[in-house]
């Protein structure tokens, strides 16, 4: 399995006001597959995607990523790490605003040693004629389909996506699934994507439905729908 997270516990807090928020977390995700945590605000979601992405550490348990364990890396190694292997997608873009949207996305493309062609990615994004802008310049869309470059010029092997359209319209909304959609397919990333958006487990191959720092539920999509399918 690619993917692989073993008894995951994490706490915050100390004596009386400590609150645990993963309560003991096994999950196993196959390489290329779109993942959707789903679950409320508080069920632990989030807490357990900055886990997966090395931003925050366990307290107890394992994370191996093609049979690495995070917890045995020194901090340098964990970077590096996370650098060659991981990208990232918030929902709030963070993007450099003195910087093009080109900029921007060849700054993903430094940190790796087999970078994609940031012409063609480009083109994939629907950025190509938008290439030259700051992102002062941009909608909403066009500013997180930059994150989305940035994110992946890199050929990460897992995409974290935190929430990605949780910023923008229904429609903008629909066409960024659908982006991550055709470029995971078209890039062979496994995705992992926290969303409190019920519908969006519809273009799942695997769905994990978190409450209370604990999974309720998991299972997988025998019919999956297209990103363009999905309606809310």
Not at 74 to 81: G, I, M, R, W
Request: aromatic share 6%.
């Amino acid at each position: 399995m690619f993917l692989e997270l073993k008894n995951i516990r994490k706490s915050y807090g100390e004596a009386d006001s400590r609150t645990e928020v993963l309560k003991g977390i096994d999950l196993s995700v196959e390489k290329g597959k779109l993942c959707v945590l789903l679950g409320a605000s508080g069920s632990g979601k989030s807490t357990l995607l900055n886990i997966i992405g090395g931003i925050d550490q366990a307290d107890e348990g394992e994370v191996l990523i093609n049979g690495d364990r995070m917890s045995q890396m020194k901090d340098k190694e964990l970077t590096a790490f996370r650098r060659r292997h991981l990208g990232y997608i918030f929902q709030m873009y963070n993007l450099i605003p003195n910087l093009t949207v080109r900029e921007n996305i060849e700054v993903g493309a430094y940190l790796s040693h087999h970078p994609l062609d940031t012409d063609e990615l480009l083109n994939v994004l629907g950025l190509y004629d938008h290439r030259d802008k700051l992102p002062s310049q941009l909608s909403g869309g066009q500013q997180q389909r930059t994150s989305i470059g940035r994110a992946v010029v890199k050929n990460p092997d897992i995409l974290l996506c935190d929430e990605p359209t949780g910023a923008l319209d229904y429609q903008t909304s629909k066409e960024i699934l659908k982006l991550i959609e055709t470029v995971s397919g078209k890039y062979g990333n496994t995705v992992i994507m926290v969303t409190h958006n019920n519908e969006i487990k519809g273009m799942a191959d695997q769905v994990v439905q978190l409450r209370d720092g604990r999974i309720r539920r998991q299972y997988f999509n025998e019919h999956k729908l297209k990103a363009e399918e999905l309606e809310w």
